[in-house]
């Protein structure tokens, strides 16, 4: 008789039940759930204990969502599978610039302004001019081309963790390029900082011998018409946490010149990086 469960025939009784006419997508994603989380069932041997701590964790992770805080996205990330979507879904030439993890702290809407401003509105940090170029793949600049910065603040935190503290639209701000598809502001040499951890995430985190922080980036989304849109940072060099990202952000081509200046008692940094798009 056909249509029983039993362990070895799991996955064709369960994947059989699925109807004829549905979405082939649908079906092909959901057949190769089902083969892969059996199989990794049946690997490890999963207890009942086991399966109620994984579907306790799961429902915390769900409890603790709301509208400023997403932990499945975080989950997602401290899993490198934010990561791996991103890489297959963003593959370019080597010329390009890399796409990286937009992380839960992008918020849209930032103040335009103009080129040379200072996007630090707490005074806190050291001073740090960004500034290159936004280039085609064969090096033309593009005009127009708009780029949408965020960082965290000498404390590391975003703004948006710290509302009563820090003035509205701290360290963000967008900026057009012209002609010359050149761009230049000011802000801040960032600082490394722990994604949030006081939930599951941070438990599991905790759970596995690892670290929360992120090496010190400054976030980008770089759009421009007839342009794929690049979500990326630059990376500080000389991190501790640069080989050990706790969401896999990391790229070597990512990493950016921080160079050092004295201005008079002041230390000021500045740090040149080029993006480079690839055509729609
Ligand atoms: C961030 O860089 O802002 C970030 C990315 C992923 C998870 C948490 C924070
Ligand atoms: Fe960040």
């Known amino acids: 008789m056909t249509g029983f469960f039993s362990e ?8 059989a039940r699925m109807g004829a006419d549905i979405d082939p997508r649908m079906a092909e994603v959901f057949a190769a759930v089902i083969k892969h989380t059996h ?7 999963l207890t009942q204990a086991e399966w109620e701590q994984v579907i306790g964790f799961l429902t915390a992770t769900g409890q603790i969502c709301s509208d400023e805080r997403q932990e499945f996205i975080l989950l997602s990330d401290v899993m490198g599978l934010s990561m791996l979507v991103d890489a297959i879904n963003n593959r370019r030439p080597e010329a390009a610039t890399e796409n990286t993890v937009l992380g839960p702290f992008h918020v849209a809407g930032a103040p335009e302004r103009a080129m040379g401003e200072t996007i630090s509105l707490d005074g806190k940090g050291e001073s740090c001019l960004f500034e290159g170029r936004v280039l085609d793949l064969d090096g033309q600049p593009i005009e127009g081309a708009r780029i949408d910065v965020w960082s965290d603040n000498a404390d590391g ?11 509205k639209w701290n360290n963000r701000g967008v900026f057009t390029t012209g002609a010359d598809g050149a761009y230049a502001f000011r802000g801040i040499k960032p600082v490394s900082y722990p994604i949030p951890d006081d939930g599951p995430v941070g438990k599991l985190l905790a759970a596995l011998g690892r670290h929360p922080y992120r090496p010190a980036h400054i976030h ?8 794929d849109t690049l979500v990326t940072h630059t990376f500080a060099g000389e991190d501790d946490y640069l080989t050990s990202d706790a969401v896999f952000g990391v790229k070597q081509s990512l990493v950016a010149p921080y160079e050092r200046r004295e201005d008079g008692a002041e230390t000021t940094w500045r740090s040149p990086f080029d993006f480079s798009l690839t055509r729609v």
Do not use: C, H, R, W
């Not at 199989?39 to 490890?44: C, G, H, P, T, Y």
């Not at 935190?157 to 003035?167: A, G, I, L, R, S």
């Not at 980008?220 to 342009?227: E, H, L, N, S």
């Open 8 to 15: 070895d025939t799991s996955v064709e009784t369960v994947n």
């Open 39 to 45: 199989a990794l069932v049946k690997e490890i041997g």
């Open 220 to 227: 980008f989304i770089v759009t421009a018409p007839g342009f």
């Open 157 to 167: 935190f975003y703004d948006v963790q710290q509302p009563e503290v820090q003035p």
